[in-house]
T-cell receptor, first 116, second 114 residues
């Protein structure tokens, strides 16, 4: 049981380049999330997917797109990277439901992105 | 929307002393309050959580209290150890439209001085 996995761990891009961050979970969770973490800003929600086939914008969606490929996988795409997108990106999943503990979010190891 | 404020932003304590981190929230619909610990270069990991029908919860050296009326909750760490040094995040959440809506505080950097 690997939990939540992310690839790559680290990436350097030039301004204008595109890339996709991959995330997968093996906990059979319905909900998945993408956050970015910047110093002094905490964790800010970019996009989320309440269930397979649905995606919605979070607090800071501009410059990003997402795909919920299936129940396990949720990818984040930067179409034209900008220096302001330099950050650490975390994927998370949650088995939201009625049971105790279902609301806990489990985070992946993160992707450090540097845009030059 | 929900707004979570967290204080202090940094906290230094001597080993063995207690540490307290406080958070306030604005949305009365929030009913689940997790706390995460993030060590340098690592992912946030849940250390304790509390639901709105409970006023206090303890797990060894860690405790969380919740005051729903005042909309604030706190993390208490007793007998601090150097390995407690990390960034701690509070969060307030509720179920909305079939997904868990979570708002995080900006984090508290705790340094435990040996």
């Amino acid at each position: 049981n690997a939990g939540v996995t992310q690839t790559p761990k680290f990436q350097v891009l030039k301004t204008g380049q595109s890339m996709t961050l991959q995330c997968a979970q093996d906990m059979n969770h319905n909900s998945m999330y993408w956050y970015r973490q910047d110093p002094g800003m905490g964790l800010r929600l970019i996009y989320y997917s309440a269930s397979e086939g649905t995606t919605d914008k979070g607090e800071v969606p501009n410059g990003y797109n997402v795909s919920r490929l299936n129940k396990r996988e949720f990818s984040l795409r930067l179409e034209s990277a900008a220096p302001s997108q330099t950050s650490v990106y975390f994927c998370a999943s949650c088995g939201v439901g009625t049971g105790s503990g279902q609301e806990t979010q489990y985070f992946g190891p993160g992707t450090r992105l540097l845009v030059l | 929307g929900e707004n979570v404020e967290q204080h202090p932003s940094t906290l230094s304590v001597q080993e063995g002393d207690s540490a307290v981190i406080k958070c306030t929230y604005s949305d009365s619909a929030s009913n689940y309050f997790p706390w995460y610990k993030q060590e340098l270069g690592k992912r946030p990991q849940l250390i304790i959580d509390i639901r709105s029908n409970v006023g206090e919860k303890k797990d060894q050296r860690i405790a969380v209290t919740l005051n729903k009326t005042a909309k604030h909750f706190s993390l208490h760490i007793t007998e601090t150890q150097p390995e407690d040094s990390a960034v701690y995040f509070c969060a307030a959440s509720s179920i909305s439209g079939g997904y868990q809506k979570v708002t995080f505080g900006i984090g508290t950097k705790l340094q435990v001085i040996p």
